[in-house]
């Protein structure tokens, strides 16, 4: 049921039942005269996940939903009008990308060229959110920029899509007043946490790296399952770790929706993780969050955050397919998962 105060938006249209609640557009991938290789981000990763999905006919053309853009009137849900202005400086966007030669180019090539794919990749995030409660699970192939929130944008991350998408539901979907975000990427999700930090309708778990970017003492008083793991933490105890604390979240609340930032960074040789996770690690990973979830009958929407080698693309597409093997998610013709 839609709240009278909402703004209209494109980005809760309905969807076809013959779609899978799968979120995509080649708009996300980025680019820009081999700019975009100055970043050690793999910035068209996304487009490889459906490429490797396609091969593996667990999806065509027509059966997944393509992204929309975020307007500035639903990226307004959360960011100020000061902020959103503050993009349109390509020094700015330099910073926050952490591609510097960016400074260099005439704003509108920036906002083409890089912030489009962003908006559209959170456009791509808040469509999932809806589909996720109408579906039982989504995942957005691209998302999870979890350094940017409502006034500051850092570690490319330029818009604050998995605070947008949790705000969506709460004010447009009926029933759902409880979120738990799992933040599964290496670095700490400071920028949802400081959109949140003062909301007791958001849980937060975080396991990251505790050595590296952002370390934002102030944003880690939101978080109400802190894991902080050493440098090159590996399988077994990351593995135990994960399932002991995301039983433990979802036993302590029980929200109406789980966001699970799938960052692939902890992935062993990332240069910026600092752990030494396996592939196998990776889509074991996802399959118990994934597990915990559907068990529980808990909707949940996943984002791939970050993931910085060449090699994530794969892993990405094989963890979803394991999750279709493993009957986690479903097929065209069963939007509901039976367990």
Same mark, same amino acid.
């Given at each position: 049921m839609m709240c009278n105060r909402s703004h209209g938006t494109q980005l809760y249209l309905e969807v076809p039942s013959s779609c899978l609640p799968i979120v995509y557009s080649p708009v996300y991938n980025i680019t820009f005269m081999g700019l975009e290789k100055l970043h050690p981000f793999d910035s068209g990763k996304w487009g490889k996940v459906i490429h490797f999905l396609k091969e593996e006919k667990l999806i065509s053309d027509g059966s +997944? &939903?393509?992204?929309?853009?975020?307007?500035?009137?639903?990226?307004l849900v959360v960011h100020t009008k000061r902020y959103l202005n503050r993009l349109k400086w390509s020094l700015v966007v330099a910073t926050i990308t952490e591609i510097p030669p960016l400074l260099c180019l005439p704003n509108f090539l920036v906002q083409r060229r890089v912030l489009r794919p962003l908006r559209t990749q959170t456009g791509g995030t808040i469509m999932a959110g809806k589909l996720?409660? #109408?579906?039982?699970?989504? +995942? $957005? !192939?691209?998302? =999870?920029?979890?350094? @940017?929130?409502?006034?500051?944008? =850092? =570690?490319? @991350?330029?818009?604050? #899509?998995? %605070?947008?998408? /949790?705000?969506?539901l709460f004010e447009r979907v009926e029933g759902i007043s409880r979120a738990t975000i799992i933040d599964l990427d290496a670095h700490q999700g400071n920028g949802h946490e400081r959109d949140f930090l003062d909301d007791r309708r958001v849980f937060i778990m975080d396991v990251y790296n505790r050595y590296i970017y952002p370390g934002d003492g102030y944003a880690k008083r939101a978080i109400k399952r802190k894991v902080e793991? #050493?440098?090159? %933490?590996? #399988?077994?105890?990351?593995?135990?770790? !994960?399932?002991?604390?995301?039983?433990?979240?979802? $036993?302590? !609340?029980?929200?109406? +929706?789980? &966001?699970? *930032?799938?960052? %692939?960074?902890i992935l062993d040789g990332d240069p910026l993780g600092g752990l030494a996770i396996s592939p196998q690690g990776i889509i074991k990973r996802d399959e118990i969050v994934f597990r915990a979830a559907r068990r529980r009958g808990i909707p949940i929407l996943m984002v791939t955050s970050g =993931?910085?080698?060449?090699? %994530?693309?794969? /892993?990405?597409?094989?963890?979803? /397919? *394991?999750?279709?093997?493993?009957?986690?998610?479903?097929g065209n013709e069963d939007g509901e998962v039976k367990n």
């Amino acid at each position: 049921m839609m709240c009278n105060r909402s703004h209209g938006t494109q980005l809760y249209l309905e969807v076809p039942s013959s779609c899978l609640p799968i979120v995509y557009s080649p708009v996300y991938n980025i680019t820009f005269m081999g700019l975009e290789k100055l970043h050690p981000f793999d910035s068209g990763k996304w487009g490889k996940v459906i490429h490797f999905l396609k091969e593996e006919k667990l999806i065509s053309d027509g059966s +997944i &939903v393509e992204a929309r853009e975020a307007t500035e009137e639903d990226l307004l849900v959360v960011h100020t009008k000061r902020y959103l202005n503050r993009l349109k400086w390509s020094l700015v966007v330099a910073t926050i990308t952490e591609i510097p030669p960016l400074l260099c180019l005439p704003n509108f090539l920036v906002q083409r060229r890089v912030l489009r794919p962003l908006r559209t990749q959170t456009g791509g995030t808040i469509m999932a959110g809806k589909l996720a409660v #109408d579906r039982g699970w989504a +995942i $957005n !192939v691209g998302g =999870g920029f979890h350094h @940017c929130s409502s006034d500051k944008g =850092g =570690g490319f @991350c330029a818009y604050a #899509d998995i %605070t947008l998408a /949790i705000k969506f539901l709460f004010e447009r979907v009926e029933g759902i007043s409880r979120a738990t975000i799992i933040d599964l990427d290496a670095h700490q999700g400071n920028g949802h946490e400081r959109d949140f930090l003062d909301d007791r309708r958001v849980f937060i778990m975080d396991v990251y790296n505790r050595y590296i970017y952002p370390g934002d003492g102030y944003a880690k008083r939101a978080i109400k399952r802190k894991v902080e793991l #050493d440098w090159g %933490t590996e #399988d077994d105890e990351y593995l135990q770790k !994960v399932e002991l604390h995301s039983e433990g979240a979802l $036993n302590e !609340v029980r929200p109406d +929706i789980i &966001v699970y *930032n799938a960052g %692939t960074d902890i992935l062993d040789g990332d240069p910026l993780g600092g752990l030494a996770i396996s592939p196998q690690g990776i889509i074991k990973r996802d399959e118990i969050v994934f597990r915990a979830a559907r068990r529980r009958g808990i909707p949940i929407l996943m984002v791939t955050s970050g =993931g910085y080698q060449k090699k %994530t693309a794969r /892993i990405i597409a094989d963890s979803i /397919i *394991n999750l279709r093997r493993q009957g986690l998610i479903g097929g065209n013709e069963d939007g509901e998962v039976k367990n």
